[in-house]
């Protein structure tokens, strides 16, 4: 079992540094590699020069690495494949149980719905307001809204800390419907929260909190703020969505995170949304 890094080009550490903590919590070794598309780098009629473009892309990968992540190759890109799809074979064919990828900009931005449908275990993202902090010990804010999709970040997050001494705050942030009275909603996100934690053994819950959200605030800027108060460095949620719009592969709510959070954020694809390579 491994995290895998997919890791742009030029910048190497960004994403390992946002990884490293949940490695070292989880006894993992952190791996990286580095998409490379041999068609555009050699001609494809001259095996030969594809072979050396691929050897000499590998020692270029290698002698960049941070300290602290092991190469494992490059992930090549097949004639007409997708950019987000060689990462998700890499991290298949290593038994990754965790595949964390850069989505602050470009394609990592636009590609990430796909990704995380695609990968068979969770996504670790940062987006375009990532901020590198001071290490801290690993404590994930796992957000639901009280929906059977929303609460398949229980499982995720069972299957990827198996059991290691990470601390779990649940949270809901209640914002009633229309007509709806606020306390009603409290309580059945309580309720949600409540079967969520049942629904994560192993799993070291720490606290369940149902944050009602402030005039004007969405749930993306409840979900930082309460991350902050708690000293989370991960947020966590199921993503939902068939649509090719990343507001809609990912879910709003996610789609905001990912453009909005400082902290990376760890996404669960819910059962029968995965849609393999």
Partial sequence: MTILCALPLPDLHALPAAARPLATALGLPLLGTAVFDPAASADPARPAALVAAIRA??????????????????????????????????????????????????PGLS????????????????????????????RVLALTDGSPTAAAVGPGLAGLLQGAAVPVELLAVAVPALGEAPRERELE?????????????????????????????????????????????????????RGRALRFLLGSVADALVRSSPLPLLLVAPPGEHSGV
């Fill in 189 to 241: 996100l309580a309720n949600a929260l409540e079967e969520l934690e049942a629904a994560m053994p192993g799993v070291q819950v720490v606290h369940r909190r149902v944050e009602p959200a402030r005039s004007f605030e969405s749930v993306a800027a409840a979900a930082i703020r309460v991350a902050r108060e708690s000293a989370a460095t991960h947020i966590a949620l199921s993503t939902h969505g």
């Fill in 111 to 138: 590609s990430l719905g796909e990704t995380v449908r695609a990968a068979p275990v969770p996504v670790l993202a940062i987006g375009p307001r990532y901020s590198p902090a001071d290490e801290a010990p690993v």
């Fill in 57 to 106: 892309a590998a020692e270029d990968l290698e002698a960049m690495l941070p300290a602290g992540v092991a190469s494992v190759g490059l992930a090549l890109r097949l004639y007409g494949e997708p950019e987000w799809a060689p990462p998700v074979r890499r991290a298949i064919e290593l038994d990754a149980r965790l595949l964390a990828v850069d989505s602050r900009e470009g």
